[in-house]
Nanobody
Framework: QVHLVESGGGLVQAGGSLRLSCAASTRTFSDYGMGWFRQAPGKEREFVATINWIGGTTYYADSVKGRFTISRDNAKNTLFLQMNSLKPEDTAVYYC?????????????????WGQGTQVTVSS
């Protein structure tokens, strides 16, 4: 069992930045492919970004490409999402997820563990 806890969400003006963190309670964090998803009110959960076990391969949704950066620190069992140039449409609850597949993972059903989410609100 892997317990994931997100932090770093908050209220920011459009154009601003936030850095989300996801702490994983496992000694084998480097075995997992990781990802970020988000869910806005009234919308389905959507893929944001994913990273492979070593951090050498990443993939982003078109809506965040060039603005968001996913990274990981396997020594600290932590996943990050640096969000720059934020837009009001980025407002959502952001979730981190862990997959037993060590590669990049894009589909929500391929993730095995989920955090509780952290709220990001971008004002215009």
């Amino acid at each position: 069992q892997v317990h994931l806890v997100e932090s770093g969400g908050g209220l920011v003006q459009a154009g601003g930045s936030l850095r989300l963190s996801c702490a994983a309670s496992t000694r084998t964090f480097s075995d997992y492919g990781m990802g970020w998803f988000r869910q806005a009110p009234g919308k389905e959960r959507e893929f944001v970004a994913t990273i492979n076990w070593i951090g050498g391969t990443t993939y982003y949704a078109d809506s965040v490409k060039g603005r968001f950066t996913i990274s990981r620190d396997n020594a600290k069992n932590t996943l990050f999402l640096q969000m720059n140039s934020l837009k009001p449409e980025d407002t959502a609850v952001y979730y981190c997820a862990a997959s037993r597949r060590p590669s990049i993972v894009l589909v929500a059903s391929d993730f095995d563990y989920w955090g509780q989410g952290t709220q990001v609100t971008v004002s215009s």
